[in-house]
C-alpha cells in the first residue's frame, strides 16, 4: 500500500524514528487542499501513545481539507545541516502517513490539549491548565492516527552511527 524507501541503506528504525517525532518542536502536515491543490502547513505538535495530536482553530483550510479527505501526510526534519564542500545536506527525517480525525469528545479534546502543554510548557502545567480552560470553545483538536511512518537519513550521518 506505502511505497517501500528507494534508498533502504539510509532508513532509520523505527525506535530512531519515533524519536525524531517525540523530541521535534515543528512538522509540516499536508492535506488535501482546493481544487485538488495540496496543502501544507507547519505546526506544533506532539506524537503520543504512537499518534500524532495538534490543536487549531475551529475553522480554516486545514480542517477543511480533513473533512474532504482524512488521509494526510506529516514530515518532521531533525537535522538539515548544509555541507556546502560537499554540495549536500546532512539531514534527519521522518514522515508519516495516517488518517486524521477532528476529536468530538471532551475527553480526547482534553487529553491532547495537556499532552501538547506537557510537551510545551512542563514547568507550567497549572498555567496550562488554566490556559486550555479559557481557550477550550475556541479551539478544535486532531488526531492523526499514523498507518505508516519511516525515518531517514543523510548516508553520511547514518555512517556515523556506532
Known sequence: MFREMRLKNQSLSEAETDEILLSCTSGILAVAGDNDYPYAVPLSYAFHDGKIYFH??????KLDG?????????????????????????????????????????????????????????????QGQSMIEQEWNNVC??????EHK????????????P
Open 56 to 61: 487549531c482553530a475551529k475553522s480554516g483550510h
Open 66 to 126: 480533513i473533512k474532504n479527505n482524512d488521509k494526510v501526510s506529516f514530515c518532521v526534519i531533525a537535522a538539515d545541516e548544509v555541507k556546502a564542500e560537499a554540495f549536500t545536506t546532512y539531514y534527519r527525517s521522518a514522515i508519516v502517513f495516517g488518517r486524521a480525525r477532528i476529536l468530538t469528545k471532551d475527553s480526547e479534546k482534553r487529553t491532547t490539549l495537556e499532552c501538547l502543554a506537557e510537551k510545551y510548557s512542563p514547568e507550567l502545567i497549572s
Open 141 to 146: 483538536a486532531v488526531e492523526i492516527r499514523v
Open 150 to 161: 519511516s525515518g531517514k537519513a543523510a548516508v553520511e550521518l547514518f555512517n556515523k552511527k
